[in-house]
């Protein structure tokens, strides 16, 4: 079956420092969903994207589509604190499941 | 506005009771899903279900029974409480294709 892998799997940085988290799948992606987890809480969805190649942006996020479309990134610039948290990348490809499978996530902790 | 809640929040209980989690969605969506979070694994899947009457098994089911007789709710039962099912569990609602929307989950102990 599909497989996502993200990596790493824990990430430290010190504030004000850039972050980047991967994820690859091991089949070509209709689109993929990046979800965010505080500590404590659950996780929250963050941004999809659909097509070959795609960046977007959301502030000090930047998020991209590989051309293949197996594989994608998430970039942090200048962390802060409240971007504390477990990011998690997962793949939809229409399958079973609803056809999205998730990333184990990338912790990122921040060092003040 | 719409919602997805679960309850309990947390939850103590004895190896071999019987457990049910509740979910309960007012987005309307068709499918709902069952996920537990445990340190290194992520989230897994349990169980899922587009619509009613109808129910999946995900990656790791034993153990894990659902039903879905209306839209809106899953109810997750434990059917024998194992140690190893102490966890964290997440309820989710979407249409297909689009993105999860979480319940605030239950933390459930197994002793």
């Known amino acids: 079956g599909q497989q996502v892998m993200q990596i790493p799997q824990y990430q430290h940085v010190q504030e004000g420092e850039d972050f980047t988290t991967y994820c690859n799948s091991s089949t070509t992606l209709s689109n993929i969903q990046w979800y965010k987890q505080r500590p404590g809480g659950h996780p929250v969805f963050l941004i999809q994207?659909?097509?070959?190649?795609e960046v977007k942006k959301q502030k000090r996020l930047t998020f991209q589509f590989g051309e293949a479309k197996k594989n994608s990134s998430l970039h942090i610039t200048a962390t802060q604190t409240t971007d504390v948290g477990t990011y998690f990348c997962?793949?939809?490809?229409?399958?079973?499941?609803?056809?999205?499978?998730f990333g184990k996530g990338t912790h990122l902790i921040i060092q003040p | 506005d719409a919602e997805i809640t679960q309850s309990p929040r947390h939850k103590i209980t004895e190896t071999g009771r019987q457990v049910t989690l509740a979910c309960h969605q007012t987005w309307n969506h068709n499918n709902m899903f069952w996920y537990r979070q445990d340190l290194g694994h992520g989230l897994r899947l349990i169980h899922y279900?587009?619509?009613?009457?109808?129910?999946n098994k995900g990656e790791v089911s034993d153990g894990y029974s659902v039903s879905r007789s209306n839209t809106e709710d899953l109810p997750l039962t434990l059917e024998s409480a194992a140690s190893s099912q102490t966890s964290v569990y997440f309820c989710?609602?979407?249409?297909?294709?689009?993105?999860?929307?979480f319940g605030d989950g239950t933390r459930l102990s197994i002793l």
């Open positions: 989710a609602s979407s249409e297909s294709g689009f993105p999860q929307h």
């Open positions: 994207l659909v097509k070959s190649g």
């Open positions: 997962a793949g939809y490809s229409g399958g079973g499941a609803d056809g999205l499978t």
């Open positions: 279900s587009y619509g009613v009457q109808d129910t």
